[in-house]
């Protein structure tokens, strides 16, 4: 089944996604107790789209905070906007246009006294680009989709102009979170120290950030 057809059959409410829930509720109808489990990956139709064999766009998650779980709802939300963006017959028609496949994006939030410095390292490796950014971590108070937005769309103006590419295309509406979204997996690693100073370092170096992702 194409990406297209896909589309259309999940748009149309299938049938067989009301066979979904089947098993859920057999369980709690014979166990009088709820089910714990959460699958690896949504079950919402399109929400698995990094599956899809002609995905362009590729997140990868990191922080250097040292609480992997600190900053999970940033996370998700701008890996749920990079994947948004993939899914867009805009944007991936854009993307053709660099004549690279695919671009793998690597996002790097830090903690507000290690963002002194925001790196970026865009490199091609054979048919991909791969991108490293780091970001600040939004205050408690953030609209964290507005946030995401504006972060991923900044990352791409750098691409954009990096490879000399047309302007932006329009920005698709970003849907909103399903409430049983999974934790994305995050890459975690801390600054080092400088050596005979107490301070942390305070920023990614450009070496280390080309390497943060291995």
């Not at 410095?117 to 490199?123: E, F, G, K, L, T």
């Not at 600054?191 to 107490?198: A, K």
Request: hydrophobic share 35%; net charge negative.
């Amino acid at each position: 089944m194409d990406e297209q057809t896909f589309r259309d059959f999940a748009d149309h409410l299938a049938p067989g996604a009301h066979l979904l829930p089947v098993a859920e509720r057999a369980y709690r109808t014979s166990t009088r107790t709820d089910v714990k489990h959460r699958t690896a990956v949504g079950t919402r139709p399109g929400s698995n789209v990094t599956a899809w064999g002609n995905s362009w766009l590729h997140p990868h998650m990191g922080t250097t905070t040292g609480e992997p779980h600190a900053p999970q709802d940033f996370m998700i939300a701008l890996r749920h906007v990079a994947l948004t963006l993939d899914a867009d017959p805009g944007w991936r028609s854009w993307w053709l246009r660099s004549g690279l496949t695919a671009c793998e994006l690597g996002i790097v939030a830090e903690g507000r006294l290690d963002h002194l410095r925001p790196s970026a390292d865009i490199r091609r490796f054979n048919d991909r680009l791969r991108a490293n950014f780091t970001c600040a971590l939004p205050s408690g108070d953030a609209d964290l989709p507005a946030r995401a937005a504006t972060e991923v769309l900044s990352m791409f103006e750098v691409i954009r102009q990096a490879m000399s590419l047309p302007g932006l295309p329009p920005t698709p509406h970003v849907p909103s979170l399903p409430a049983d979204v999974p934790e994305v997996a995050v890459t975690t690693k801390h600054l080092p120290e400088r050596p005979g100073e107490r301070e942390h370092q305070g920023y990614l170096t450009l070496t280390q950030i080309q390497e943060f992702f291995g």
